[in-house]
Nanobody
Framework: QVQLVESGGGLVQAGGSLRLSCVAS????????MGWYRQAPGKQRELVAT???????NYADAVKGRFTISRGNAKNTVYLQMNGLKPEDTAMYYC????????????WGQGTQVTVSP
C-alpha cells in the first residue's frame, strides 16, 4: 500500500508565498511522475504542475512564472513553491503520484487547503 501525505497549506495574503510538500510512503519500486492538482469550490479539479522522473516540469498556464515544482533529495518527495499568490489560487491542493508498487498505479493525497486573502 502507498500513502501520500501533503503539508504546507495555510492562509496567506495576496502576494505571499507558501511551500507545499508531499511525501509518498509504502512499498514503492519507482515513481514515474509526481504532481499537484487543485480544486476550488464549484470547480473541477485542475492540473497545477507535474514533474517527471527525469525532473522535467509541466505547469498550468495560470501558475507559470509564479509556482515551481521540484523533486526532493528523496525520490519519493515533491515540493511546490508558490510565490506571488493570488486569491484565484485559493483551493484544496492534492498531491498525485504515478508510480509502481507491484503494478503501475495512480495515488492521491488527502489534500491541503490553500487560502489567499485579497
Amino acid at each position: 500500500q502507498v500513502q501520500l501525505v501533503e503539508s504546507g497549506g495555510g492562509l496567506v495574503q495576496a502576494g505571499g508565498s507558501l511551500r507545499l510538500s508531499c511525501v509518498a510512503s509504502g512499498t514503492i519500486f519507482s515513481i514515474n511522475t509526481m504532481g499537484w492538482y487543485r480544486q476550488a469550490p464549484g470547480k473541477q479539479r485542475e492540473l497545477v504542475a507535474t514533474i517527471t522522473r527525469g525532473s522535467s516540469p509541466n505547469y498550468a498556464d495560470a501558475v507559470k512564472g509564479r509556482f515551481t515544482i521540484s523533486r526532493g533529495n528523496a525520490k519519493n518527495t515533491v515540493y511546490l513553491q508558490m510565490n506571488g499568490l493570488k486569491p484565484e489560487d485559493t483551493a484544496m491542493y492534492y498531491c498525485n503520484a504515478n508510480l509502481v508498487d507491484y503494478y503501475r498505479n495512480n495515488y492521491w493525497g488527502q489534500g491541503t487547503q490553500v487560502t489567499v486573502s485579497p
